[in-house]
């Protein structure tokens, strides 16, 4: 019953912000002050387009998401596509190196969200547990004892 | 009905509402708030109209900017990024921004301010190619800043 409201909690949050990844951890110091490794993102994403200034996670094909903002861009005349680049605030170079494929730009496909809330700390959890998977056992087995043992 | 577990829980419970009704009330704060920013910017000098050695062109300027943010700091806002981009059109696209300058404003004591300074980013275009008669400096939108 929790198990089910939970996961129909993450698929209305999936469909109501339009991200296939509503909520994202910060895992790099790169865009300190603001953003500091461990805190959460909520992402939302709509068909306005990406200009420069705003704050973007992207996933080019790589194991995670990246969290920073959009310093240039390039939109067609005809069809509306965009190129785009990126760069982390507390980054000195922009994250041309990054991109997977050899790839100069960013294509807008590749971005699934823009920030529009944050949480500190939050993300730790998610953190320790991804570096330590000694403790995601360890805390599955207590929730699951605690369920089993609860009497209501 | 009195146990320690009982009680934590319902203490826990408690704060996290208290908490999450202050975010909320701040966020919501912030609509109370109309900013009335300034900024100004001026171009001082083109340092250079050149050929990079791969071949493209870029433009270097130094340029003078101003401007007061105090407004924009609210018990909402966490940080003010401000940015200078130079934002013009093409044959093939119908918009370019490219970033020339970029800051983060952390707090209002520091939302005032005045600076000198050529641009941080290299002004090249996505083809390499530019040309210009004279450069216009027309409407400039200040960004969003995230809760």
Known sequence: ???????????????????????????????????????????????????????????????????????????????????ILTKGDANLYDDRMLYTSSNRWLQQKYIMGRAVGFLPYVGWLTIIMTDKPIIKYILLGALGLLVIISKE | MHSFGYRLNGLLTFAVTILALMCAITSLSDNFNTPSPSAEIKIMNINWFQKQPQGHDEVSLTMNVSADLQSLFTWNTKQVFIFVAAEYETRKNSLNQVSLWDAIIPAKEHAKFWIHTSNKYRFVDQTGKMSADKIVLTGYSLPEEYR
């Open chain 1, 1 to 83: 019953m929790v198990i089910s409201s939970a996961l129909i909690i993450w698929k209305g949050l999936i469909c109501i912000t339009g991200s296939e990844s509503p909520v994202v951890v910060v895992l790099s110091g790169s865009m300190e002050p603001g953003f500091k490794r461990g805190d959460i993102l909520f992402l939302y994403m709509n068909r306005d387009p990406i200009r420069a200034g705003q704050i973007v996670v992207f996933n080019d094909g790589r194991d995670v998401p990246i969290v920073h903002r959009v310093i240039e861009v390039h939109e067609q005349r005809d069809n509306k596509e965009a190129d």
